[in-house]
């Protein structure tokens, strides 16, 4: 059994159905991807999976739990942390408050201390900056932060949705080396990212969903070798 | 384009605050010429009338911030406080005819503690009541829920006293300091003290204890907050509760102040503190003590030196012109989100 | 209007309800000897929490009617009773069909009432045309009689072009201010006085009666208002007219409107013993539960003379409750009443005695309101009456209350107002002091 599975996931925003029948899992060790155009789901399965909706239809299996309507603040708690797109930082705390949110669910003072200084050591850049109010920060920064924040909750699966957008090339590659790093460490990531090619290149799986649907998946070297996937994602 | 007008905005703004702040200072040190003693007479009125708006205006902005609700009820929930003291006073055997004496304070102490406490409990009570259910519902819906608390707590406090004025026990000393230059009571002093002191605990709870950052995140984002394992239910009915317990204290402060309650107090009190809020920056905590405080002594220097009918147009003409500025009030959340 | 006594009788509703099941009298009908029916026509709010100031003072129109023997010049004189409350409180609608009713009755000749001045704005544009005469016994707008800049309606536009039919027999508000005035120049002795009022329509026109007249008997004053939605704390403004070197506050508005709040925190500025003047709007009980720890010092006026102070009224007043024996049959209107009726009974039988002839109803209405208008020096129980061109009073006494503490007895007797039963101020009562004579 895989540490994350999706079985069948029906969801809907009102009447509007966003998923259909969506099946996926993230085993230990993995990098999983998911990709597809605007409006495919991608978001949508990030936050049906970490509580913020639940699902009409199917289930959510965490380390063999059932977690389908489990709230957002306990789904934390048995470790699945996300970085939600757009970064979502409280934007007027400080850095090190931000950071210390991350480890809201936590209560083991000498570990949340050693994690801060591992996500230091991750992002230099955020520990210079660590008592500067968090709306201030420039872009890449922030999204370093949105991750360290993620990483602080000590998870045991972390998502990353869009980690790279609106990033400058350089900053871009910054983020997925640290991406891989992560990875290295143990720790499984479920990536969403319309940066397709990148995406896939880290990855060792990936789902392609298309409105709602998984159109393909497979590991993501044979997913960059699509053609079907280069002309719809990768622009060839 | 925007970036012209926050520009041109930001300047004139500027210029328009200082020099509305020059001329104001200008009268007042006139003022102070000409008689400093009834000038300091006013300021003690409008800090302590100031204080006492701070106490209910944080309440409005905390609620305010964190489910972007504006708690109509919560004037009613700061005379609840002085409704819920007096049977806890009969209860120590103090009585309405009761005079100061040193033997009272621990009792007063206690009592303070109590009203804030069973005040706080009683507002969480109408979170989870009246705007839990409706969180996800039209932004109008828990408003009219929120107006019709407002009745019915006025509703209950008439039932429940009728509409007399509640005579209150005089705990307070009337002694006065009292030279050619200022006259100051220890109620004046009383006032000030307790507005200063819960503000102060107020402050350190929310900057530096973890349930009060969480209460911040959550203000700023309430998904992100859940994300990261904060429980959300908890952290408004935290909210609630401090902004009860704060109008409660604010209750009792007023009513040992003034010797008097009545169940209707908090409309005219509570419009004033939300005024104060908003001037300040709702939804920020220094701002609703600040825009308190300004209230109470443009509203007392207006009414001593130029007329009671004119304190609210020239209170609504500032906090016009500073929104007009500075939307988001005079500390308002200026902080951009990227 | 300002029904000014109104507190006074406001808690005998209940018992009041006997007081109709007595009262009788409707149907005399033609027994031998009568030459037919006259009926005098009377609305009032006789029902729920209004019955209280109606039904005595329909008892007031019943005892003049006894008086009368029952009769005039071999015709039955009648009451033809209507009540204009609907829900326990005055409705001008209800007052309008109630005057269409009684137009519509050729027994009545004139009527006696309303009790409400926003009734009589309603009813006199139905009762004008059929030339029906009204005497109120307790209207006190002035807009109903008087043509002034501050009303927003006029009498000429009430009556549509026919001849004044309304009168009144009690003095109107125009006349509190400078009554107070004048107490509190001469009588006070007050030479600098502060005046405040709430920004109501009444509480600003009452606050500028008295200004006028208190600037024409030579004191001078300071002027503020103040919003009751926004104030809390008027300590300020007090202390503005102590440095102005005021003695007492004359204040022009209602307890609803916060008017006696301002009196509850004058203790504290050491000034709890200044005099605190007003008009009816703050006659209330809850003005003196307002007033906290100074209700002492508290005065108000009310339009009307107070019939306990008239010793001509004495024996009256002792047949009418010999005549009348419920506990609250005696209402602070029920003489001015027994006057109103008297007046009309006086007019029927000029017109009677003219040769009118009552079956020709329209006619002798007529007469009878022409009787009435000219009206001069009768001698009443509160006074002697003389209708001017408006059909205003000549008797135009503005009485002076002050707050003093009573005895529990005083209390009980519940003719008084008082502070709130089980408030800390309930033994602090408005108590007679002094009247105007505006006509004199």
Request: charge should be neutral; include cysteine; charged fraction near 20%.
């Given at each position: ?236 | ?338 | ?193 502060g005046?405040l ?29 103040f919003?009751?939605?926004?104030t809390?704390d008027w300590r300020?403004i007090l202390?503005?007219f ?7 506050i004359?204040v ?6 916060s008017a006696c709040k301002p009196r509850g925190q004058m ?9 605190y ?13 307002d007033a ?149």
């Amino acid at each position: 059994m895989a540490l994350l599975e999706l079985h069948g996931v029906d969801a809907f925003y009102g009447r509007v159905q966003a998923l259909h029948g969506v099946t996926l899992e993230v085993d230990k060790g993995e990098i999983v991807a998911l990709i597809g155009s605007n409006g495919a789901g991608k978001t949508t399965t990030l936050r049906t999976i970490s509580g913020l909706m639940h699902p009409a239809k199917g289930q959510v299996i965490f380390d063999g739990q059932d977690i389908t309507f489990t709230d957002a603040a306990k789904i934390v708690q048995l470790g699945i942390c996300q970085s939600p797109e757009g970064r979502r930082l409280f934007a007027r705390m400080s850095v090190l408050d931000n950071l210390l949110m991350g480890a809201y669910s936590r209560s083991d003072r000498a570990n949340i201390a050693r994690d801060l200084k591992h996500v230091y050591e991750l992002f230099p850049r955020v520990e210079e900056r660590r008592s500067q109010i968090a709306g201030t920060l420039s872009g890449g920064e922030q999204q370093m932060l949105a991750m360290g924040r993620a990483l602080m909750a000590r998870p045991k699966v972390v998502m990353l949705d869009e980690p790279s957008l609106g990033l400058a090339p350089i900053l871009v590659e910054t983020i997925f080396a640290v991406i891989k790093e992560i990875n290295d460490e143990g720790t499984p990531v479920l990536l969403v990212e319309q940066n397709a090619s990148k995406a896939l290149s880290v990855a060792h799986r990936a789902y392609v969903l298309e409105t709602g649907v998984v159109a393909k998946e497979g590991t993501g070297r044979e997913l960059l070798e699509s053609e079907d996937v280069q002309k719809a994602y990768l622009g060839m | 384009m925007q970036r012209l007008r926050a520009t041109f905005a930001g300047d004139l703004g500027t210029a328009l605050f200082s020099t509305l702040g020059l001329l104001a200072v200008g009268w007042v040190v006139i003022l102070a010429i000409q008689s400093p003693r009834s000038l300091i007479a006013t300021m003690v009125i409008g800090i302590t009338d100031g204080a006492i708006y701070a106490l209910i205006a944080l309440g409005y902005t905390m609620v305010y911030g964190i489910i972007e609700l504006i708690n109509f009820a919560h004037g009613d929930v700061f005379t609840l406080g002085g409704f819920i003291a007096l049977p806890l006073f009969a209860a120590f055997g103090i009585g309405p005819g009761a005079h100061y004496s040193l033997v009272f304070i621990p009792i007063l102490l206690l009592v303070f503690v109590l009203v804030m406490l069973i005040n706080g409990l009683v507002n969480i009570t109408i979170e989870r009541v009246a705007y839990r259910p409706l969180r996800g519902a039209p932004r109008l819906a828990p408003l009219i829920t929120a107006i019709g608390m407002a009745f019915i707590l006025e509703g209950t406090m008439y039932l429940w006293r009728g509409p007399v004025n509640l005579r209150f026990p005089d705990l307070i000393s009337e002694a006065r300091y009292t030279n050619s230059l200022i006259d100051i009571g220890v109620k004046d002093v009383m006032v000030v003290v307790v507005a200063i002191f819960l503000v102060v605990m107020l402050s350190l709870f929310i900057n530096r204890t973890k349930l009060g950052k969480a209460m911040r995140a959550t203000a700023q984002d309430r998904d992100a907050a859940q994300l990261m394992g904060i429980d959300i239910n908890r952290t408004i009915s935290a909210t609630f509760f401090i902004g009860a317990a704060l109008a409660g204290a604010g209750g009792l402060v007023y009513a040992l102040y003034f010797n008097s309650i009545r169940f209707d107090l908090g409309f005219s009190a509570g419009l004033v503190a939300f005024t104060a809020a908003v001037l300040g920056g709702i939804g920020n905590i220094e701002g609703a003590a600040l825009g308190g405080l300004l209230i109470g002594i443009i509203r007392a220097l207006v009414d001593r030196y130029i007329s009671a009918s004119w304190s609210d147009v020239i209170i609504f003409a500032i906090l016009i012109i500073v929104l007009v500025f500075r939307p988001t009030g005079l500390l308002g959340m200026r902080v951009p989100e990227k | 209007m300002r029904t000014a006594r109104l507190g006074r009788v406001a808690a005998i509703a209940a018992f009041a309800i006997v007081a109709v099941a007595c009262g009788g009298g409707g149907s005399g009908g033609s027994g031998s000897g009568s030459k037919g029916t006259i009926s005098i026509g009377v609305d009032l709010p006789e029902s729920g929490a209004a019955a209280s100031s109606g039904l005595p003072t329909l008892d007031g129109v019943k005892f003049a009617v006894q008086k009368a023997g029952g009769s005039i010049d071999g015709w039955t004189l009648t009451v033809e009773n209507r009540d204009d409350a609907v829900g326990g409180s005055y409705n001008a609608d209800k007052g309008v069909q109630n005057v269409t009713d009684l137009i519509n009755n050729n027994n009545v000749v004139a009527m006696v009432g309303p009790f409400n001045s926003a009734v009589g704005k309603a009813e006199i544009p139905i009762a004008a045309p059929a030339h029906l005469t009204m005497i109120s016994p307790s209207n006190t707008n002035p807009c109903l009689t008087k043509d002034l800049s501050s009303c927003d309606y006029h009498p000429a536009d009430l009556r549509k072009g026919n001849p004044n039919n309304y009168f009144r027999v009690v003095a109107t508000d125009d006349l509190q201010g400078p009554a107070m005035a004048d107490y509190a120049f001469t009588t006070l002795g007050i030479k600098k006085i502060g005046i405040l009022d709430e920004k109501t329509v009444f509480g600003v026109g009452i606050a500028n009666a008295f200004q006028a007249q208190y600037q024409k008997d030579g004191g001078t004053f300071k002027r503020d208002s103040f919003d009751p939605k926004t104030t809390t704390d008027w300590r300020a403004i007090l202390n503005g007219f102590k440095d102005f070197g005021a003695t007492a506050i004359y204040v022009g508005g209602t307890d609803d409107q916060s008017a006696c709040k301002p009196r509850g925190q004058m203790n504290a500025l050491g000034i709890g013993s200044w005099p605190y003047l007003g008009g009816d709007g703050i006659e209330t009980s809850q003005c003196i539960d307002d007033a906290a720890d100074s209700a002492n010092g508290v005065s108000a006026t009310t339009a009307g003379a107070d019939a306990g102070q008239i010793s001509s009224a004495a024996s009256v007043i002792t047949d009418y409750k010999k005549a009348f024996t419920g506990a609250n049959d005696y209402g602070a209107y029920t003489m001015s009443a027994f006057d109103a009726a008297n007046i009309e009974i006086q007019a029927i039988k000029q017109a009677l005695d003219a040769g009118k002839d009552p079956k020709k109803v329209n006619d002798f209405r007529e007469a009878v309101r022409v009787n009435v208008s000219k009206t001069s020096g009768y001698a009443g129980v509160l006074g002697t009456t003389t209708f001017d061109a408006n059909g205003d009073t000549s008797a135009k006494i503005i009485s002076v209350y002050a707050v003093k503490k009573e005895d529990a007895a005083a209390v009980a007797k519940g003719d008084l107002t008082c502070g709130k039963a089980g408030g800390s101020n309930a033994s602090f009562c408005f108590v007679w002091v002094k009247q105007f004579n505006f006509g004199a």
